[in-house]
C-alpha cells in the first residue's frame, strides 16, 4: 500500500499547488498587491484568469513581485507608475496584453523573453520612445499602437513576420522601420496620424488581400510599395494632405468592401485606378481640388452603394457611365457645386430603377435633382462619345443570340421581358472582355425581350424574339 499512499500524497500535493493561481478575474490595486502575490498565490506561474493592474489604492512602481509567471491569459496594466515592466522576466507567453496610460512607461525592458503575444494593445503610455524589449516577440495576431506621443522607434519588433490585423494611429513615427520583415497580413493595415512619408516598409508583403486604411496621415505622399496588389478587401484614404495621385495602384482590379478616398485636398488624379473594375460601395467626398473622376473608366459593377458628395470642383463624371447599377442599393450625388452634368448612362438607368435609392441634389444646375437629371435622361442629351451600333441576330432566335457591338468591347449583358423584369445577366471579367458574344437563349419563353449591353464606350439597348 506504501507506493499507493506516497503516489495519493504527490497527487494531493500537485493538485493543491496547481489550485494556488486566481481562478476569478483579479485586481492589483497597490504595491502592496503585488508585492504579495507570491505570497498569496504560491507557486503560480500559469495564469488562466484576467489580471488587471491599476492604481486604484496606492502608486505602483514595479512589478517585480509577479516574477514566477511563465504564460498568462490577459493581463492589463493601466494607470500606473512603472517605467519598464521589470518582473514579467519569465513570462514567455500571453494570449492579451494591455498597457494603457502608464505616463512613466518608457519601453518594454522585463519582456525580453516573450515570444508568443495573440494581441497587444498599447495606449497612451504619453513618455514611451520605443519598442524594446520585445526583440523576442515573433508570434504575434494582432498589434496595436494608439497616441503614444513619444513612440518614434519600432525596429525591435523585426522578428515578426505575419500578422492578422496591424493598427498604428497618432504615435510620433516618421518609419515604420522594425516591420520590413512581415510577409503575411490577413485582416487589416490601418496607419493614421504618424509621420511617414512613404510605407516602403511593407514592400515584403505577399498576396495582400487585407483591408488598407491611411486615415490623416499629413505628409504621406507616396504609396508605390503596393503596386502588386490585385485585390483588397477595403482601400480607404481620408485625410492625407499631401496626396495627389496613387501610383502604386495600377494592378488593382478589385475592393470587395468600401472604396473610400476624402478629404484629400490635394488630390487631382485617379488615373493609376485605371484596372479597378469592381468595388463594393464607392465613396468619393470632400475632395476640394478634384475636376473629374477620370480614371474609373473601367468600373464595372459596384455592389453596394454611390457616394460623390462636397467636391467642390468636380465637373465631370463621365467615367462611371459603364457601371452596371443591378443590385445597387443606394446613389448619392450630392453638393458638388460646379457638377452640372450627370446624366451619363449609369445615373439614367439608377433614377429609373426603382429598386435602387437615389439622392441628387444641392450641385451646380443640370444636376440639381433627381427629376432634373430624370428630363435630361429622357430627352437623351447627345453623347460625349458616339455609341456602338448593335449586330444581333439570327432573328428570331432558338438556341444562341449572337451580339457585335459594332467595335466595342463588351463587359455585360443583361436581358429583361416585356413586364421589364431582369431575368438573365451575364458578366465579363476584364480578361474575358469580348467584341463578340454568344447568349443562351434556349430556355426563354417564346416572345419579345429586351436587352442591354454593357461596352467600353457606354450602355447600348436593342430587342430581339426568341422564337
Not at 497612451?124 to 503614444?148: K, M, P, R, V
Not at 457645386?337 to 450641385?363: G, H, K, M, R, Y
Amino acid at each position: 500500500m506504501k507506493p499507493f499512499v506516497i503516489g495519493l500524497v504527490f497527487s494531493v500535493v500537485a493538485m493543491t499547488t496547481s489550485a494556488q493561481c486566481p481562478t476569478e478575474p483579479l485586481v492589483l490595486g497597490s504595491q502592496d498587491a503585488i508585492d504579495n502575490f507570491s505570497t498569496n498565490y504560491p507557486n503560480c506561474t500559469h495564469l488562466s484568469a484576467p489580471l488587471y493592474i491599476d492604481e486604484v489604492d496606492g502608486v505602483i512602481n514595479n512589478l517585480l513581485g509577479l516574477s514566477a509567471v511563465e504564460s498568462a491569459y490577459l493581463i492589463k496594466i493601466q494607470n500606473t507608475h512603472i517605467a519598464q515592466l521589470n518582473g514579467l522576466e519569465n513570462l514567455l507567453s500571453i494570449q492579451e496584453l494591455w498597457l494603457n496610460s502608464n505616463y512613466n512607461l518608457i519601453d518594454f525592458a522585463g519582456l525580453d523573453l516573450i515570444a508568443n503575444i495573440d494581441l497587444l494593445n498599447v495606449i497612451d503610455n504619453t513618455a514611451l520612445e520605443s519598442a524594446d524589449g520585445l526583440g523576442s516577440l515573433s508570434q504575434i495576431s494582432q498589434l496595436n499602437f494608439f497616441d503614444n506621443t513619444s513612440l518614434t522607434d519600432l525596429t525591435a519588433l523585426s522578428q515578426i513576420t505575419q500578422l492578422n490585423g496591424l493598427r498604428i494611429a497618432g504615435n510620433n513615427l516618421t518609419t515604420l522601420d522594425g516591420l520590413s520583415n512581415l510577409v503575411s497580413v490577413e485582416g487589416e493595415i490601418f496607419v493614421s496620424n504618424e509621420q511617414v512619408i512613404n510605407l516602403n516598409v511593407f514592400s515584403g508583403l505577399n498576396n495582400l488581400t487585407a483591408s488598407l486604411f491611411l486615415w490623416n496621415n499629413p505628409v504621406l505622399t507616396d504609396v508605390s510599395v503596393f503596386q502588386e496588389v490585385t485585390q483588397l478587401q477595403d482601400l480607404v484614404i481620408v485625410g492625407c494632405n499631401q496626396i495627389q495621385g496613387f501610383q502604386g495602384f495600377e494592378n488593382l482590379t478589385q475592393v470587395a468592401g468600401i472604396f473610400r478616398l476624402g478629404f484629400n485636398p490635394q488630390m487631382t488624379d485617379l488615373t493609376a485606378f485605371g484596372n479597378l473594375s469592381t468595388v463594393g460601395s464607392l465613396d468619393i467626398y470632400e475632395n476640394d481640388n478634384l475636376l473629374s473622376l477620370d480614371g474609373l473608366e473601367g468600373l464595372i459593377e459596384v455592389t453596394e452603394a454611390v457616394y460623390l458628395m462636397d467636391n467642390p470642383n468636380l465637373m465631370d463624371i463621365g467615367a462611371l457611365e459603364s457601371i452596371n447599377p443591378q443590385g445597387l442599393q443606394q446613389v448619392v450625388i450630392s453638393r458638388n457645386t460646379s457638377l452640372s452634368t450627370c446624366d451619363n448612362d449609369f445615373v439614367c438607368q439608377v433614377i429609373f430603377d426603382p429598386e435602387i435609392s437615389e439622392e441628387i441634389q444641392a450641385n451646380a444646375n443640370g444636376c440639381n435633382s433627381v427629376p432634373q437629371v430624370a428630363a435630361r435622361c429622357i430627352l437623351e442629351v447627345p453623347q460625349a462619345k458616339p455609341l456602338p451600333t448593335l449586330d444581333l441576330w439570327p432573328s428570331p432566335a432558338n438556341q444562341g443570340l449572337n451580339v457585335l457591338a459594332g467595335g466595342a468591347f463588351i463587359r455585360a449583358l443583361d436581358v429583361y421581358n416585356v413586364q421589364g423584369e431582369l431575368i438573365d445577366t451575364v458578366r465579363y471579367t476584364a480578361d474575358q472582355t469580348l467584341s463578340q458574344a454568344e447568349l443562351n437563349v434556349s430556355a426563354y419563353a417564346s416572345g419579345l425581350y429586351f436587352i442591354s449591353i454593357n461596352t467600353d464606350r457606354g450602355l447600348v439597348h436593342s430587342k430581339f424574339i426568341k422564337r
